[in-house]
């Protein structure tokens, strides 16, 4: 990524969208992105562009996403222990490429219709949720985030870690709900754990990579 901070400081949820079409240069460049990422995490991510009725014909106000004509389907094996984790971390890696190309995206766990889906699920796997892409009406806005002491058990922590705290708290959660919790261990091992809410484990997965990229992977390890 060219400009980690720029990048995940500038993302924000879009729900509303142009009609223009993805060009065919950046639709090439993300199925490449998303190829090297099925390969590497044993997902079945697919993008689907100019396919409007995933979205269109989801009938309800909240969560709605209005007038995307393309979608991620992030789709993996059921019996994967942890599928939403995963789902999470590299659903969050393709966000932040996307916006890096200009592009502006939603994660969606409800406002969608999953019969309208146009991806092939293969036996034994499921979609776990879609992110909405395109082009934005705006680039939509920051919300109200908790803060580092509602996150993060450990109080006094070396500076790499308070910085993995921030990019945890700018990555997006199901409802905002940010139920994550952190902590410093002994020998800079990191532990946190998802909570309970909706798509919180999905949101586990992104949020480590916010943290991995804010505190750098070369400090910590994972508990
Ligand atoms: C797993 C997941 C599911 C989500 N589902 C929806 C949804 O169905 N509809 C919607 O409008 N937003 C959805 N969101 C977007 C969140 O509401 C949004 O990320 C959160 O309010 C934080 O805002 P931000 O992304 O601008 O930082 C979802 C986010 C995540 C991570």
Not at 124 to 132: D, F, R, S
Request: hydrophobic share 35%; with cysteine.
């Amino acid at each position: 990524m060219k400009n980690i901070d720029e990048t995940v400081k500038s993302r924000h949820s879009v729900r509303r969208y142009k009609e223009d079409a993805i060009p065919k240069k950046l639709v090439d460049n993300l199925n490449k992105i998303i190829d090297n990422y099925n390969k590497e995490s044993g997902l079945n991510i697919q993008l689907k562009t100019e396919d409007k009725d995933t979205f269109a014909s989801y009938k309800l106000h909240y969560g709605k996403i209005y007038d995307c004509a393309n979608y991620i389907a992030l789709i993996g094996n059921k019996k994967e222990k942890h599928l939403e984790e995963i789902v999470g971390y590299y659903g969050q890696k393709i966000v932040l490429e996307a916006q890096e190309m200009g592009l502006n995206t939603c994660w969606v766990g409800a406002g969608y219709s999953k019969s309208a889906l146009n991806v092939k699920v293969l036996p034994g796997q499921k979609i776990v949720c879609v992110i909405a892409i395109g082009y934005g009406l705006h680039n939509g806005k920051p919300r109200p985030s908790k803060t580092y002491d509602d996150v993060s058990v450990t109080k006094d922590a070396p500076d790499w870690y308070k910085k993995g705290i921030e990019y945890a708290l700018l990555a997006p959660t199901a409802i905002n709900q940010q139920k994550f919790k952190f902590e410093l261990l002994e020998n800079n091992i990191v532990s946190v754990k998802a909570g309970i809410g909706p798509f919180s484990k999905v949101d586990l997965g992104i949020v480590k990579y916010h943290f991995e990229l804010g505190a750098g992977t070369s400090n910590f390890t994972w508990k």
